[in-house]
């Protein structure tokens, strides 16, 4: 039977301009949906999870379209909610060569920041469910958002429905009153797998630590819930040219992936997505190290796909980390 | 020497649907920028006047292409502001057939929005100014954008400039606690050239009458200054099918321009705009008789340009008033 | 609680020249995905039926773009099967002026044609079921769509659910060696709502008549299921101009609907499923009569939207009815 | 066997703006390549006529491109000389409602303007021709030009080819000291088919006459080789909305087409060449009446269609002319 | 004089993603016409040859578009047959990065692969002829087809043309009842250079051997007719970053040829054509060695040009070869 | 207070091909307007600079989309002239790979090349200028563009403007009759910072020298006036893949900036006048070593950006300098 996964957080309509065009050039931008969390939601639901996604849109033709995005990947929108408040939104402009990327974000007085956590019944959400998805974006966002996460939180934790956080502080967020130590220890005290870096463990968990490994340890430490804690390691030297590789504390040891150079990228936005969707594929259906490898290798293709969602199989991310077709023409 | 024209208003940026398609459709949007008033500054300024625009944009780089926009047209941006908040946004769908055209307005919280009267040096703005031009849409938005049309026509008004106002009353503005009638006969009482339909008058003059002439001169009454009146009238048979035609009060008569009949329409938007800056210029130049006629002619053509700016020439306006050249193919 | 609709059917891609070229120029095709019976689907799931349509689709990413977009429109993929064949195809070259427009069709060993209908678990398909549409193109494909066709109309017969047929004769179908005598009685006979013009009723039923009213109650008396019969008159003045009205037998009398004329059309593919949609919504919700007028104002709205879908509220339908908002600039 | 045409003229690139876009706004532009005899020559070879078209491009990448744009309609591309000298060119902005279109004509100092009749081997060019086409455009372009025209005019008549010539006076060429007065004459006396309205003959061949049928009498009694003459009559009541009509004088009396009305007008550039094209196919294959209206029904469908050159076939002129199939969707 | 070429094979629709979309994402297909034997006569056309190609198109517009762009290339389509059938057609995702490149073939049922060779005049088609190529792709399609290319191959070597075979074996193909080894040596044993991979010689000629050089001193022992082998080694690292080298066997020793980097492949789908095309350039006009050397810098131009045909320049080419120019931006 | 820069040369209308293609494929063209001194103005007008650019456009639409892509950028086009002439053009057809790009011009008899230097007022344009910006490419169009120049550079000179003049010496101009050695000291002798390389030496001051520290203090003894020296160097590995660096001299002593690899490059045209404008703001504002190093990094962000127009701020050339966001998804 297919598992059942739940997401809950914001989708941005983005706007990208075209032919790495800045923006103070653009005429015209193209236009899709995405969000961190509903990105899973698709990639998992792409490899034929029973996926649902809990958000908020506005309700005029703007959040209609961003609802019938997230039907045609097949995601369950039946905890979608049409309220009060504007579209988020955020500019995207592709950087080149040595010229790094932007983003404008435009998300302030959205309707998922203004969304109210009364009007979800979190029993009902949860029912079946088999996995649970948040980040710490939400939390940054309103404090009604910060509200939400932790209702849904608690009540999948109630039900024994494993849970994974994308901790993903953002400095330029939180800025309602809060701060990430205020909220996210909460969260993370009903988490199982947990995508942290250095920073992350730094502003949201109190964690001041260089060494991983060790900062792994301290977290199952502090929370006792934790089982898994994974992060990747992106070495940019170019806006077309990265590298990518990632690590998995598993509680023991900390497993590293293979690395991948990635030339000629052609959209990272969702790439930090792909992977935590790659490692809670894998964590279902293989071994820690198989799990990893599969995360990051997910992430990876993600990168020469255009917008937010990484259409891949699980044959094709497979391939790729056997090394099986590589920049061939499979006729 | 070329007469110099003061405008002040939002502009926003306008995300147009393509092919007629529907939002729910659309995967991209052309981009243009917009506002009343600033399409006032941009018609005049195509046909030589010195024209200059007060207004504040976000300090980002949307906010820069909206003001690189205004430079191309001509229009002298050193009143431009760059300030806190968003950009102010619209959504347009445009019709077909018997199917209307929708907009859908993101303007809340625009930096021009929460824009402060006291950042402008109104005496300097009016130096050696010839007209302003104000619209309904500017105290409509909020308290301070309220106080800052106050203050220019005020300023406008005690430097001896001529004013003219297109009332333009919406309703679905006028959400920050006053009403039109709290603010409009403050400004009204300055002007000297009033847009204004029934509904006008009724919602922010309070002048309730059925017939336009009798309108006229009750308005006159209440505020001396005001010299002429005027309005178009639109009849929509379809998206793409309207008649227009307009009528001006000079104090005495009311003067009826041609009929136009409109089919193939591109864009309307901006049709009001550009009857407004046909009509300063043929007050400027002309009787009022061919005043009204340039005013509708203009408008007329505009509705053949995609975008919000009408790209037509005086000599253009002219050989439409004439029925040359119409349909023709000009080698 | 929403109504269940079933509809089956061939979903083909369709690639669309660009800007009225001949498909002797085109060089870029945009592709929608449409099909008769999925149009229907997808407008009443639009309505917030509860919509899921039977269809099959080659095992290729076509195959599941086609699906998707299903699932956009909100239609249940469940009985979507993926099997051998082809993605069945069509080229539209969109006419101007006089010049008609142009389909070359390339359905063919498409992977609909050859499905088997013993695939499909009919008593499950139609649990829950209000009503299931089928049109006179399926049984026209091949034999065992044929079959696939005579087996849903008669299980779903037997659950008691309402049914519609588009009857829709295409004399360039048939090409199996069946005639449309041999097949259409079979499921006229259990059907409650027609679509039947008089060719239809000549080619499918054997009813030569001109008396369109004299030709329903002939009907009516070889198939006495029949409830409704209905049909639309086009008249094409030109590519961009055509008019239409509908009429509807319903047992006792012919009704007539309004007169539309409609001018610079967008597309007018899908608009008969877009009467038959309205019908059915009609049917359901309202008298005969403002059934019919639903139905024909949402056939007009569908020629103003391009695509094969119809993206109209049930609200727009309702406002074109009274004449409200035409051709507005709504804002 | 195929009749073989031989036209002579230069084809200029045409950058069109997009989406009724002003000159002033455009940054990107369509290209195609079209020239008045040219365009016949398309049409004739897209019936199926062997043709061959005598020209000169400049010897880099904009040429070849031009020549394979011949090649790719079926045109004999031997007599193509690449030589000294710019491609011409010309800038079309299409008009919309009232506004008309507009034309920038950059054809100065291009190669065919500057080509050199004695390049051509006249006597190879016209073996087996059955036709010859000049229009008055070529001998208004330069003194070379003109020279060409005559010789190819000599000696196409010393083979006894059959000559038509579109006189088309345009003011604005004419520019190197000579007048039509000077040039035209000398054409005209060779040919047999003429296409001139009442100010081509006032200026090219000094015929002042109100009376089209008297002023066909006069040209004749001047030029007694000419075996017709013929002209269209434009009325444009909007850039979207023409009617055409045409007439022919066949040496005894004025033979009238039916008139059409032509609403949404694609492109009508071409229109005229369309026209003469499809007199040409008809003088050749019908009465003198079916040649008149084949030629009027095709420039009425070429209005229809993108760019320069006519797509249409044969049969599609006679069903225009039968009404056949008007403004259908052709399954 | 011109070197005559003919070549047969099938001309497909290729219908390609934009912007490195994935088919599952693509809503829009930019159209070109290729196939491999008909993309070597377009590269021997552009180079001055003169080319025929004998192919069979659907009778439709598609088929006619298709003819058209023979034609642009300069092809003499005389041998263009119209008759039963489909368009051939094929989908291309272009990869990016490590993700590879998807083809998704449709081209059962055309009207080449149903093409009856008896309708050819293969006396005529020869006349004249220096040269014909065909491909392994054809023989492998159909029957029929596989006829088609029996009877052409002997017609041209009863007439001494020399005859090139790019053997190609594809193991999707072969689908009608015969093995490659059933017709293929019929094929080979009256050409004169051969293009062959180890896996060709294996399935194609029975010859299993680990060294090429040994192979194809096999093959030559076996089809005394062969004069020369070659085949090119690509090693892909990603989608956009190949490596291409070329071998040619002159009947006594293996020629290399230079080893070029591919960065930033624009297009590589036509690139083994542009080698084949290449070699029959070099064979006719220059030593072996700058043959070999010749067709591989035609490759490796044909990558950086999207679509199916290598529109370069000799010229071109031999700087390649030269190292001259290269990356530079010539003014 | 701002800096004021004069500028003086051609601006054309650049045409580009799309997605890599050949002129040979092209169908549609991208225009932006360029010139390699309009550049300097527009990069330096970005950097809040006073900038105004003396040239001349043809009276007509393509002129005043010219003029209002130079008010666009922020320049004051006071002295902008609309004369006599075409509008300059030229088309670029971008590289790929080994394949070089490649520029068709098309600027002879435009109405720059014929414009007539007692039309401008220099007294007039030199007041409170700060500096003044020629090239090479200027002189080398006509006589009386050469004479423009030098009245130019006289004027500037006499009011003790500095002056800056990049040599560019290109072969393919200079077809007046006239040496670059005939003009060029002329201009020289009164400019302060020369851009040239080693064949600008010899061509333009006579200076045969392997080395640039020689040839740089042989240039300064020939020209007293100069004081600093540079260019750049730059390596091509393939269209998409240079290298780039720079070399000052600062009358003693060559300073040599950091090495820079470019890979995915956007678009090189303007790189060289993104260095000149980094030149003069560094020179402007910082020491010789940190003023090359801004030129340098701002030549290189440069060839990030679709375009002639260099769209970077001050901050980001600073940040290329220090190595800080490169390649980064700035939010």
Chains 1, 2, 3, 4, 5, 6 share one sequence.
Not at 93 to 110: F, H, L, N, T, W
Not at 162 to 173: A, E, F, Q, V
Not at 255 to 280: E, N, T
Request: charge should be negative; proline fraction near 2%; aromatic fraction near 10%.
């Amino acid at each position: 039977m297919q598992k059942r996964i739940i997401t809950l957080g914001e989708i941005m309509m983005r706007f990208s301009t075209q032919a790495h065009e800045r923006f103070i050039q653009a005429q015209d931008y193209q236009v899709v949906f995405g969000g961190a969390e509903a990105n899973v939601a698709a990639s998992l639901a792409h490899w034929e999870f029973s996926a649902a996604h809990v958000t908020a849109f506005p309700d005029n033709d703007l959040g209609k379209a961003a609802r019938n995005y997230l039907r045609s990947s097949g995601i369950d929108t039946s905890y979608v909610h049409f309220t009060e408040g504007r579209m988020g939104m955020y500019f995207l402009e592709k950087g080149a060569m040595q010229r790094p990327s932007k983003v404008i974000y435009d998300r302030k007085y959205s309707a998922f920041s203004l969304f109210d956590s009364s009007l979800v019944d979190w029993e009902e959400v949860f029912e079946g469910a088999d996995w649970f998805h948040w980040t710490g974006i939400t939390p940054a966002i309103s404090a009604s958002a910060a509200l939400l996460c932790l209702d849904a939180v608690e009540a999948a934790h109630r039900r024994g429905v494993r849970i994974s956080g994308d901790i993903n502080y953002r400095r330029n967020l939180w800025q309602y009153g809060k701060s990430p130590l205020d909220i996210l220890p909460e969260l993370i005290k009903s988490t199982d797998v947990i995508i942290a870096g250095l920073t992350d463990f730094e502003n949201c968990m109190g964690i001041i630590e260089e060494d991983y490994a060790e900062a792994c340890r301290k977290a199952q430490e502090m929370f006792p819930t934790i089982k898994k804690i994974a992060t990747t390691h992106r070495n940019a030297i170019s806006s077309s040219h990265n590298s990518l590789e990632a690590v998995l504390w598993n509680g023991e040891e900390l497993l590293r992936s293979k690395h991948y150079d990635m030339h000629d990228i052609i959209d990272r936005v969702g790439g930090g997505d792909a992977f935590m969707a790659g490692l809670i594929y894998g964590l279902l259906h293989m071994s820690d190290q198989d799990a990893l490898e599969f995360a990051v290798a997910s992430s990876v293709l993600k990168h020469s796909i255009p917008g937010d969602k990484n259409y891949v199989t699980v044959e094709e991310v497979n391939q790729l980390i056997k090394g099986e077709n590589i920049g061939k023409l499979l006729r």
